[in-house]
Structures are given as structure tokens and as C-alpha cells.
């Protein structure tokens, strides 16, 4: 069975540019998660789906960041105008209805110079 | 809001020795519990959950007893090896899996041979 899968797995931006991460869960999954994860902290959630419909959103900083899952398999999370502040690794994890354990996967790695 | 607390920062060991990071958590309901294990360059992988009290999760030599009284999921193994250098994190999430978890700060663990 494929694992959770990222990309790109490194991105290094300016200040101001924007950029897109991309994540495919695992099969049959309806459950999907974004996080942050800032060098040397735990995983921090910025929003998740079930389905395609956003269950929380509240940490996600609307006015620069986005995340879609159209049809509640594939995600995209975007930053508009990427920070200094926001150089972290980007996490996608999934889990099934049956209440599994989220399964992430490798993540992606954003330095903002 | 609840929360995880993870009381070591950095363990650092010689192999065969015996490992614990504390874990304790703030919750206002019955949560379920999870440790999870990173490697550098890789995102989190699940090593095992607990749900009810007393209850013990193991996986890999780890384990880790569910403590409803002293709100506790204590890791340990008995007899570490230079493999199990890492970071580990402690996770809380609701019983029906219907939210997502909330990580602890993470206690990173060397094992010189």
C-alpha cells in the first residue's frame, strides 16, 4: 500500500513569492491533515478535511495561506506571499473513518530567504 | 485548550541503557493517547495509541501504559540501541477520531554506541 505522498519535498522562496504544496493520501482515507512544523517543535495543525469539506481551519492564516481538497482526495496548500516566518517543514498526513492513527507523510521543507 | 507536555528536551544514552520521556497531558475529556517516532528528513511515524486507562500500547520494544490518575503516557524501553536515535513525540486526539491530534514539543533522544 502507498504511504502518504509530498512535493515537492524542498522549496526555497523570496520574501513575497508564492508557492504551492501538493500531497496524494493514502487510499481510501477520508481524513486529511496539513501541519507545521517548525525546526525543532512538534507538528503543529493548520487545517484538516474529511472529505472535502474544511472540519478546522482555525489555525490556517487566512490572509496568506489556502488549502483545498476538491474531491476529498488530493490536497493543495498554497501560501500567497510567503515570510521569513513561515520557513518550516510542511506536513500531510491521512487517516481512515475507523478512528486509525494519522500516517504522514515525508513532508515538505520551505526556507523563505 | 488541551495539551501535551513533554518534560525532556534531549536524553542522552549509551545502548542497552533504559529509556524513559515523560509525557502528561491536559485534556477535559477521556482522550486517546499516542507516541510517535521522527528521523531526520522523514516525517512522523506512528508507533502505537492507548485509549482507555490502564491500557498498554507497545510497538518496536516501546511501550507505554495509559495513566488516567496521574494523566500520564510515560514512554520507555528497556534496552535502547544507536537505531533508536530520534525525535519522539507525544500525541492526545479524541476517542471517535474525529479531530485532529495535538503534538507535544518533542524529546529527542541519542544513543551512542
Known amino acids: 500500500e502507498a504511504g502518504v505522498t509530498q512535493s515537492p519535498r524542498y522549496a526555497v522562496l523570496q520574501e513575497g513569492q508564492a508557492v504551492s504544496f501538493w500531497c496524494d493520501p493514502i487510499?481510501?482515507?477520508?481524513?486529511l491533515y496539513w501541519y507545521q512544523q517548525p525546526r525543532d517543535q512538534g507538528p503543529q495543525l493548520l487545517v484538516y478535511?474529511?472529505?472535502?469539506?474544511?472540519?478546522?481551519n482555525s489555525q490556517l492564516p487566512s490572509d496568506r495561506f489556502s488549502a483545498v481538497r476538491p474531491k476529498g482526495t488530493n490536497s493543495t496548500l498554497k501560501i500567497q506571499s510567503a515570510k521569513q516566518g513561515d520557513t518550516a517543514t510542511y506536513l500531510c498526513?491521512?487517516?481512515?473513518?475507523?478512528?486509525?492513527?494519522?500516517?504522514f507523510g515525508e513532508g515538505t521543507r520551505l526556507s523563505v530567504l | 485548550g488541551d495539551s501535551v507536555t513533554q518534560t525532556e528536551g534531549q536524553v542522552a544514552l549509551s545502548e542497552e541503557d533504559f529509556l524513559t520521556i515523560h509525557c502528561n497531558y491536559s485534556?477535559?475529556?477521556?482522550?486517546?493517547l499516542f507516541w510517535y517516532v521522527q528521523y531526520p528528513g522523514e516525517g512522523p511515524q506512528f508507533l502505537f495509541r492507548?485509549?482507555?486507562?490502564?491500557e498498554k500500547g507497545s510497538s518496536r520494544g516501546f511501550e507505554a501504559t495509559y495513566d488516567k490518575g496521574t494523566t500520564s503516557f510515560h514512554l520507555r524501553k528497556a534496552s535502547v540501541q544507536e537505531s533508536d536515535s530520534a525525535v519522539y513525540y507525544c500525541?492526545?486526539?479524541?476517542?471517535?477520531?474525529?479531530?485532529?491530534?495535538?503534538f507535544g514539543t518533542g524529546t529527542t533522544v541519542s544513543v551512542s554506541p
Open positions: 498526513a491521512s487517516s481512515s473513518a475507523n478512528n486509525q492513527a494519522p500516517l
Open positions: 487510499s481510501g482515507h477520508d481524513t
Open positions: 478535511f474529511r472529505d472535502e469539506a474544511v472540519i478546522d
Open positions: 485534556a477535559s475529556g477521556y482522550p486517546a
Open positions: 492507548a485509549s482507555r486507562d490502564k
Open positions: 500525541a492526545l486526539g479524541d476517542q471517535e477520531g474525529g479531530r485532529a491530534l495535538i
